[in-house]
């Protein structure tokens, strides 16, 4: 498994497709919380929003970096399940790579005020953490949904990762009706700026690594219907 | 007859690539034993690299299911994918780990495969910057780095240099001394290297099957030679189709002269695939045609087909490269489905000629002792008796037309 996730990764980084996403990521930060001066918590919860879209796109060029015929050549070497595992752990790792920048950026652009209280700084971080593994999962699982691996038409991958996008933000509006349908994006960003409660935070958790289950495994099925 | 139980087995597959589109492969039972190859054979587009993937496991039958599988399978695809920015080492390396082999081992395998197939000096370009015979040779390489139960090659002998293509025959048998189990198909007849391989004829969605038969026993009906000419430039594709049909071709020989002259020009073989019309036929004086009578233009094809009683049951000619290098464990078997539209294709199938593993390729000279002709326009050697009629490879020595 590890040698798999590092064949991809090894792809990813050698082809430079690694590049535009983390130029994409870090000039939203930037534009975002340039001279902003939001509390930490708040910060966090907008950065995890305007991260989502590019963790996806991050996923899915990730997964697209493999010719279709190597997927199959490491599937007959190792497995189809851990092809399948190893593809999606490669995009994981990448996208945790990106945390650590998404949480830095804010400060050093002056986008987070100096904490007032004493464990304040460690509360937003933890808030702030918390918001973007939990845009992970679902980000990669829609990167996921649109990759060649799951869509026979590279127009179908672009339109499944933009309706995806433009989903999560309409649908996840205050007001929505379905919210549902949709990982909790913004729901964690509007929970992060107001302060979550235990239940928020269970609920929330639970909505995301649910769509982020259900999401994956539509890409298992659309992969094994293209096999 | 002792059977072991299959390395792979097909279990009424069926295979289509969308609800909507029309079955590649219908209700399809096949299975593979230990120490066993078959070659997948059929027109383009019929179906064989689905089959291989299929056995491969790369596709998932629509209904129907393949069974036993072993835990190692190298697949060689039919087209490396060299888009990779990975350079020879670098991903052969990382192919080896996926396979489970790492340390100094791994460094090992990976040197001494790189060495077998002439990619040491390739080892830190990157894939994209290779041949394509080359990208194949890197396909090869990753198939075989830890040692495979079942290797599917799908065309492998596409791109390859001589001394490769020479090669690969000596990998299947490896392979088989193993106790492993070989699938290949070929399009361009360089499966006459494989003598001792079943035959799996891909047609209409469905397989036809001929098993090889010992070393010296007779196809049920016997077996009879049909030489053909051919205008060089239709070789290639008349090989191909005598082959989709289910018939062994043996030999082709180059273009003869038209001057009359009995002379054979040893040639490449059939499956060397340099020049239109390559190769000698196995075929003495075909049926018909009188000893001395001029060659005709067109390259000879010799086709073995199974006798059917005739009036006049010539024997068929010798060709010393006829010989199969070695049998098959299996004795002669009853061929599967008959393809459609090929009402002679045979039940069972005598040895093919072919050159040694590794490769000697078989003189053209062999034909035509005693000054026979070469090729009758269309002759037939037929109507062996079974148990009398000798395969390729004895029979008619001298040109006389009897059989020894």
């Known amino acids: 498994m590890i040698a798999m996730v590092r064949m991809r990764l090894g792809g990813f980084v050698r082809t ?26 708040e910060a ?75 464990g304040e700084l460690g509360v937003g971080l933890a808030i702030g953490l918390w918001a973007h593994l939990l845009a992970l999962p679902a980000a990669v699982g829609l990167g996921a949904l ?29 007001d929505s009706v ?42 298992a099925g659309l992969r094994r219907r293209r096999a | 007859m002792v059977w072991q139980s299959p390395l792979v087995r097909l279990d009424r597959v069926w295979l289509r690539y969308g609800r909507r589109a029309p079955w590649v492969l219908r209700d399809v039972d096949l299975e593979l034993g230990p120490g066993r190859s078959a070659v997948v054979l059929g027109r383009n587009g019929v179906g064989k690299s689905t089959l291989l993937q299929l056995a491969a496991g790369v596709l998932t039958p629509t209904r129907g299911a393949v069974r036993d599988r072993p835990a190692t399978v190298g697949w060689v695809p039919e087209r490396f994918p060299g888009d990779q920015p990975h350079t020879v080492r670098q991903y052969l390396t990382a192919m080896g780990s996926i396979r489970g082999i790492s340390g100094s081992a791994l460094t090992q395998t990976v040197a001494d495969w790189t060495e077998r197939l002439g990619l040491a000096a390739y080892l830190d370009v990157r894939l994209s910057a290779l041949s394509k015979g080359t990208a194949q040779k890197v396909g090869l390489a990753q198939a075989l780095l830890r040692p495979p139960d079942l290797l599917i090659l799908d065309e492998p002998w596409e791109g390859l240099d001589g001394p490769t293509r020479e090669l690969v ?29 079943e035959q799996w004829t891909v047609a209409d969605g469905s397989v036809s099957v001929v098993f090889p038969t010992i070393a ?28 989709a049909a ?34 000698a036929e196995s075929g003495a004086p075909a049926a018909g045609a009188p000893p001395g009578a001029a060659p005709t233009s067109g390259a000879p094809v010799a086709v073995e087909t199974p006798a059917t009683p005739a009036p006049r049951a010539e024997p068929v000619s010798a060709a010393p490269v006829a010989r199969p290098e070695s049998a098959g464990d299996r004795a002669p078997g009853t061929g599967g489905t008959r393809p459609a539209g090929t009402p002679e294709a045979p039940a069972a199938s005598a040895d093919t000629a072919g050159p040694a593993p590794g490769g000697a390729t078989p003189a053209a000279g062999v034909v035509s002792a ?35």
């Open chain 1, 16 to 41: 430079a497709r690694a590049v535009p996403p983390l130029v994409a990521g870090l000039v939203a930060l930037v534009v975002l919380h340039g001279g902003a001066g939001a509390e930490a918590a």
């Open chain 1, 44 to 118: 966090y919860g907008v950065s995890a929003v305007v991260l989502f879209p590019i963790l996806a796109w991050q996923t899915k060029l990730l997964l697209d970096t493999e010719p279709d015929t190597q997927r199959r050549l490491v599937a007959v070497a190792a497995g189809r399940r851990s092809e399948f595992v190893g593809g999606l752990l490669a995009a994981g790792v990448v996208g945790v790579a990106l945390i650590p920048l998404a949480l830095a950026v804010p400060w050093l652009v002056g986008g987070v005020t100096a904490p007032v209280r004493a």
């Open chain 1, 146 to 174: 649109a990759s060649r691996a799951a869509v026979t038409s590279p127009l179908y991958g672009v339109v499944i990762l933009v309706c995806g996008v433009v989903g999560v933000f309409v649908f996840g509006l205050r």
């Open chain 2, 216 to 243: 010296g026993s007779v196809a049920p009906g016997g077996i009879s030679v049909v030489e053909l000419a051919v205008p060089a430039f239709r070789v290639a594709g008349v090989v191909a189709d005598l082959r």
């Open chain 2, 246 to 279: 289910g018939h062994q071709v043996l030999r082709v020989r180059p273009p003869e002269p038209t001057d009359g002259a009995a002379e054979t020009t040893p040639g490449p073989d059939v499956g060397s695939g340099e020049g239109p019309a390559a190769v």
């Open chain 2, 370 to 404: 005693g000054g026979a002709t070469p090729a009758a326009p269309v002759g037939v050697a037929g109507g062996s008796p079974a148990g009398s009629a000798p395969l390729v490879g004895s029979g008619d020595r001298n040109g006389t037309g009897e059989a020894q």
């Open chain 1, 178 to 219: 379905v919210p549902w349908l949709v990982p909790p994006v913004l729901a964690v960003a509007r929970a992060s700026a107001a302060g979550p409660t235990g239940a928020e935070i269970a609920l929330l958790t639970g909505h995301a690594l649910l769509w982020s289950a259900v999401a994956i495994a539509g890409y």
């Open chain 2, 169 to 197: 025959p000596e990998l299947i048998r490896e392979v088989r001394e193993a106790g492993g189990a070989v699938l290949v198909s070929d399009h361009r007849g360089e499966t006459v290297r494989l003598p001792d391989a």
